[in-house]
């Protein structure tokens, strides 16, 4: 950049010579350059001789001398105020308060030596001085990679490339469901879509894990279409519960923290800046195409600095790769009942002695109304206990349980209805709260 700030320094002087009765306005639009720009190097060229060559070059802001020492007595007083604090002051002073008393000292008023004016200064006194301690460097203690094809995460990504629908889905109009595993940093497997929704990313998952089996636990955010809207339901989602009853372990990352789902954003990263920021797609047929050239180039291709992979490709640094546990055939669309041992719900029972519990009334009694209970759910049973304090109330039969287990197919379609309802149910408290508001 120097070289073409020199050029263009050049290209003033010699234009202010031949064009003297331009105005600063038309000589910032001959060199396409502010009008700030152009007086300051005017008046620095006016001030030179005219063939002065030291002058087009940039002034550097550096010191050119060392900045004057901090006068001995200045020192000891900075240090007297941390240790002591002036004028009742019941806190340990910082860089900012002690220049508010240096300014305040007699002595060193009296005396006239300079005071610094820069809390930096102050700091660097009481660091040198042993009043700040040095903070520990943190070892770092890289994290165990999990076995190879155990541990999953997935995530959305808008193919932002793709224009949404003036007159329908602006936002999100073509998303890919992207999966990454831990272990080896391998793009696991990948579906784009423009109607990703509860119930579509469910029969997405049911696919992912019919063709590549189970892993031992599935990292996800909160995203609505994995854990459901905010508020609507007490129980665990019709996704989160589909990969429950098929034993797989899911993990949802707290809001903001997107370093716990960080394979897969790395993975979003490349994938953006690589494929989508260079290949453009502008349909759903280009994205899909696009997406799936990209997964077999980095798979088999891109070399991955991730520590596992060792700057090869992951099925270069893991050619042979364990075979994953498939889907069972007959599913239990029950066992995630397990999941809320430690769950306790509390309700106020209605006046006419009922309580809500994840959209489904129970009857307690009317001699409760306006009371307050707690609510479990005993999982080897089924019910649905009511306490109050130590006495139970009431044990009710847990509404809405399979009681047989189902076909893997069949299980799908009946997650997949319930991934529709829960939409419905999410709309409608959205629409209620908006007329509420």
Known sequence: MEEVWYADRARLRGLARARADYTVAEYAQALGRSASWVKKWLRRLGQAPRDDEAVLHSRSRARKRPPPAVAPPVVDRILEIRDAPPEHLRRVPGPRTILYFLQRDPTLAAAGVPLPRSTATVWAILRR???????????????????????????????????????????????????????????????????????????????????????????????????????????????????????????????????????????????????????????????????????????????????????????????ALPPRPPVPAEVDPDAWLSALADRRYPRKVTAGGLLRLDNERYFVGRRWAGQRVTVAVDAAAGDVVVRQGEAVLKRLRLRGLRGQRLPFERYVEVMGQEAVTQARRARWAALARAAAA
């Not at 629908?165 to 831990?182: F, I, M, S, T």
């Not at 189970?214 to 339901?233: C, K, M, Q, S, Y």
């Open 129 to 319: 001085h042993g009043r700040i301690a040095r903070r520990r460097p943190r070892p770092h203690e890289p994290l165990d990679p999990p076995p190879p094809l155990t541990s999953w995460q997935l995530d959305f990504k808008d193919v932002t490339t793709v224009p949404g629908d003036p007159e329908g889905k602006r936002g999100h109009a073509v998303e890919a469901l992207n999966c990454v595993d831990c272990g080896t940093s391998l793009l696991v497997w990948t579906q784009v879509r423009a109607d990703f929704t509860e119930e579509t990313a469910l029969a997405a998952v049911a696919e992912l894990v019919q063709e590549h089996g189970l892993p031992e636990e599935l990292t996800i955010d909160r995203d609505p279409r994995f854990v459901g809207a905010p508020g609507t339901r007490d129980f665990p989602s019709p996704f989160v519960r589909f990969l429950t009853c098929l034993g797989v372990t899911v993990r949802v990352t707290p809001p903001d923290r997107p370093d716990l789902n960080a394979y897969v954003e790395r993975y979003h990263g490349t994938y953006n800046r690589e494929c989508l920021q260079v290949d453009r797609p502008a349909t759903l047929e280009q994205a899909r195409e696009v997406t799936v050239a990209f997964r077999e180039h980095y798979n088999r291709e891109r070399p991955n600095q991730a520590l596992t992979c060792g700057n090869r490709p992951p099925l270069v640094a893991f050619p």
